[in-house]
């Protein structure tokens, strides 16, 4: 199941990570810092075709054309904002080059904030706290990891620093759940509890059906009783 993820924020994460992609191999910055980026949008790609499978229940066909659209949509996109931050750099161009290097930043932060959305509607954090904590140690070390080239990146830091931020803010979210007693509730306990009703609920119908005299008999014998006494039967 896919519940409780939202696939806006997903499709921002791969773009976001397309963008960043290409200004880490446009400013040369280390190796690590440039298959990073590949790597974290080609598993948020799965995520997409995950909930299209699950969610949508798309057939293998669907799923797979959409998957290579995506990743020529990528391809194309990553080379072509690659070659304009690589001409941006050649021609000194330091406001371009730090928009391509915010933008990722900015589109990443973004697609937080839908899923900020449906966790505050679902009143649960349905991300795991294996993914969170990975997230974090991966932004926290690929900051420290720019320490380490030739220069420190403060640009390529806001990328990172800026998931790190937000990531702590669904841990926040995720012990203010907890401790209301809503964490996990939805896509958890409250199907079976739902299944649970509902059976109790059947159960207590087909026992009020047998227990329970027809109201029409009812009728008949009244009026059976009254014409026995002489009396007139009500209408």
Known sequence: STEGVSVVMLYFWFAGNMFYGAYAVADKLYFGLIIQPQIFAFFTLLNILQVYWYAYKWSLTKTCSAGAILC?????????????EERAIANHNDGAVTFLGVLPAIVIAAGFFPEFYVCVKEQSVEMSNFFIM????????STISL?????????????????????????????????????????GSGIAV?????????QYSSKTSETSPRPFANNDNVELQQLEEGKQPVQ
């Not at 949509?73 to 690659?82: D, E, Q, S, T, V």
């Not at 990975?134 to 926290?140: E, K, Y």
């Not at 739902?194 to 059947?202: H, K, L, M, N």
């Open 194 to 202: 739902s299944s649970t009703s509902s059976c109790a609920g059947s």
């Open 72 to 84: 020529i949509a990528y391809a194309g996109l990553h080379i072509g904002f690659w070659k304009a």
């Open 134 to 141: 990975l997230d974090i140690m991966g932004g926290v070390f």
């Open 147 to 187: 320490a380490f080239d030739h220069t420190f990146d403060y640009v390529a830091s806001i990328t990172y620093l800026i998931v790190v931020l937000l990531d702590i803010v669904l841990v926040i979210m995720k012990v203010y759940f907890y401790i209301r007693g809503t964490q996990g509730r939805v896509h």
